[in-house]
Each structure stands twice: as C-alpha cells, then as structure tokens.
DNA sequence: ACATGAATAAAACACTTGTTTGAAACAGTC
DNA sequence: GACTGTTTCAAACAAGTGTTTTATTCATGT
C-alpha cells in the first residue's frame, strides 16, 4: 500500500506535465486541479495564484534532476578531461530524457525548454543558480580538453555547440521523431546519444584547436548572400 | 512614398511575431489587431478564424525564408563537399537570425521553435514540404564530406548535431545572452558563429569516421548512473 | 451616376479564465 | 467532547476570450 502523495506534491508533478505540454497560459489551473484529484481552490490556497504553483513547480524541476543527475564524478574519483566530458554530456541526456529525469512526465522537459525561448521572471534565479555553474564546469573540461589552448570565446562557442547538441534532442523530440526514428531520444538510445555526441564533440573541439590560425571569415568569403 | 501594405498582409506579418513571443494561446487576436492597425473582425474575414490565420503565418514564414536563403549554392556553380556544408550552415544562421530572416521581427524565430517543441497539426505539410527535404540535403552533404565512410544512422546523428548546434543559438538566445554576452547570435556574430560551427563539424564528422571500429558503449561503461 | 461586391467598423454574444468566498470536513490537543 | 487551526469543497464573480452580427465605407466597372 503506497502512501499518498498530499495534494500541494501532486499538483506540483501534474502541473509540472502540463505546463510543459502546454505553456503557462494555455494550461489551466481547472485542468491541473482535476488531474490532480483535488479541489480548483487548492492552487490558490497552497501557492496563492497560478504563477506561484509555477514558480515551485521550476524549483522543484531543477532541484531533483540536478540532485539526481550531477555532472560531475562523485568527490574522489579522479577522472580526466575526456571522461569528465562523457560524465557532463551523459548527465545532461539523462536529465533530459530518462524516465528518471524530466523524461517520464514528458511535459517537464519541454517546461525547460520553454523557458530558454521566453524566460519568466522566475527563471532568472534557476539561471544563477543552476545554468551559470553548469556553464562554468563544462567551460573548465573544454579548456582542460584543448589542453588550455582555447581562448575564453573560443572555449564558450565549444561549450554552446556541445549543450545545443544535447538540448536539441530534448527539444525537438518530435521532429526527430518523425524524420528520423532510429535515433528517437527514447530511454534506450541515450547512451548510443551521448557516445555520438561525446565523439562528436571531442573531434570539433580539436578541429577548432587545429584551424586557429586561420584568418577568420576568409573562408568561403564569396559565398552568398 | 511607399505603398502601405494591405490588410492581409499587415495581420500575417504581426501575427507571426507576436505568436512567436507569446504562443497561439496566449496571443490574443485584439493585440494582433490592433498592433496591425486593424479591426478585430478582420482576423476572422480574412482567415476564418485564429488558427486560420495561424496557417497562414506559418506557410508565409517558411516560404520566404527559404526563398531568401538557399541551403544550396546557385545551380551550375560547382561546390566541394566541405563548401556545401559551410553554405548550408550559414544559411541556417541568417535564415533564423538574420534581420532579413526570422531575426528582424524576433518572434517568428520563436514561433519555428515553440513548433518544434509542440507541433500543431499544421506543421505537418510544413515538415514534409520543407524539413524533410533539408534534412536529406544535409545528409548528402555529411555523407560526401566523410568520403562514403558513414552508415545512414551515423550520417543522421552528425546532421542532428549540425543543426543542433544552430538552432540552439537561435532558440536559446535570451540564456545566451545572459550568460555568454561576447557570443549574442546577432547580426554581426553570423559570419563568426557560421565558421565556428563550420569547423566544429567538420572536426566531428572526422572523429566518428576516426573511431567507427569502436565497440558503442565501452568506453566509460562504468561511469554512473 | 449607379450598382455590385469586397473590405472595414463597432457592438454584442457566448464562453472560458483565474480568483474569491463562506461553509464544511478533518486533524490534533487540552 | 469541545476547541483550534488547517485543509477541502462547491458556488459565484469579474475580467478577458474568439467569434458573429449588422451596418457602413470603399473600390470598380458599366
């Protein structure tokens, strides 16, 4: 016999689904209430109005999965650049994706999504306190990888092209889905995902290693427009 | 003196950007309306109804953009492999945010990814006229650059992280630039971020060519989770 | 000048939305 | 068992929504 969640926990996991599938405005707190088994009022009187079951709804998301899924090896396991990177680009399928992560109420990754096209207000402190830091460590395996030859931009425009790789899966799921099935980002493909990725991203960061001297946009010049 | 555009014309170009910005739902047709210099009534004159107009918006973005950026150089000029996929690369950043492009009124950028997120029953024939074909484009470019070496699941994942690797900046743009300013995908930065990605990929493709003999999943088997 | 159809305008309609209200049910304590 | 604070519930409210209606204006061809 399983024990209940209390009513403020199951509107924060429903509302988590279907203000993802949703947006924050087409989703309504009726259908959240119902789905939820409890009353309309309840929303108003655990998180005074709708934007405030929103605001727990964000911390909760980012708290769990970042507990769940760090992106670094555990204290004491010496690791280098090259496995730090796997662990990094791992974590970030499987908080993604897995149906331990935002990946089983599938409305909660696109939440995420959602909010890097159109950040609430709200956003703002998850950015600090957990987007910058995430930023910061991949910024340190890439410049560990390139063996410290990478200047700042250069070592961010390759931590960009790495995070838009994973994010990509999450966020366009459906499109992939439908031209191109094999590689849908389901549970079994995530560790296929994050060896493409992973190898992907090893050969980019040498290749922009190995062309620094190149004068940049000479290449292509005439290309148009 | 420039001949002011008609009705029409007015609603689709609004609509676009400001469904972009704050979804279908949320937008509303009397802020179309009125930014448009219209009358609520014409909305439904003109297009039947929301969704109506929506479909319009959504054709009309498409149309234009990939009529003003090819993902192909002009017919007859001769491009080896690596050229092509510069071209298509570039034209993927000034399509999404370019001023010319999706760039210019902001939101229609957004409104592709909201439809990536969340397909509408009408980004169907979109994907089938448009997507699906530069999908296939891409993976002819990969295919070539990597000399034939790739197995059609593998030609697939690299043009999933190509495009990734753009889209990203065009979807994640507000988290960009907040916490990478330097690397704001605007205007000036095109060309730049272009060749980043360019070589990036270029890198990429090379290294799964590189370790194709390798047995998937061994390496960091016993990372966690 | 007139007739005809397309385009615009203002007002009204039916419906859904988030929120509030006041009463009822519940839990724990003395 | 009565008291107290917390939680649930059904009903009502005010504001905002897409759409329809009806009348008016505009453009065009004869």
Redesign the pocket.
């Known amino acids: 016999m399983i024990k209940p969640l ?3 926990e199951r509107l924060i996991d429903i509302a988590g689904d279907i203000f993802g599938r949703e947006g924050f ?1 087409a ?5 959240i209430a119902e789905e939820a ?10 998180f ?4 405030g079951l929103y605001r727990a709804v964000l911390e909760d998301i980012f708290a769990k999965a970042f507990q769940k899924f760090p992106s670094v090896p555990p204290p004491g396991t010496p690791a280098d650049p090259e496995k730090r990177l796997l662990i990094f680009i791992r974590a970030m399928f499987y908080r993604f994706l897995s149906r331990e992560g935002w990946g089983g109420l599938s409305g909660q990754g696109k939440l995420i999504a959602r909010e890097f096209l159109n950040p609430t207000p709200a956003f703002d402190d998850i950015v600090e306190t957990y987007i910058r830091p995430q930023k910061n460590i991949l910024a340190a395996i890439v410049s560990d990888v390139s063996g410290g030859k990478l200047d700042p931009d250069r070592i961010i425009s390759c931590a960009v092209s790495i995070i838009g790789q994973c994010i990509y899966y999450a966020f366009a799921a459906p499109i992939i889905e439908k031209i191109a099935e094999n590689l849908t980002p389901i549970e079994k493909n995530l560790d296929f995902l994050s060896d493409h990725v992973f190898r992907f991203s090893l050969g980019g960061i040498q290749s922009i290693v190995n062309t620094l001297h190149e004068n940049n946009g000479i290449i292509g010049q005439e290309v148009h427009p």
Do not use: F, S
Request: proline share 4%; hydrophobic share 30%.
């Open positions: 209390p009513t403020r405005k989703a309504t707190v009726r259908k088994n409890a009353n309309i009022a309840a929303v108003n009187y655990h005074r109005d709708k934007e």
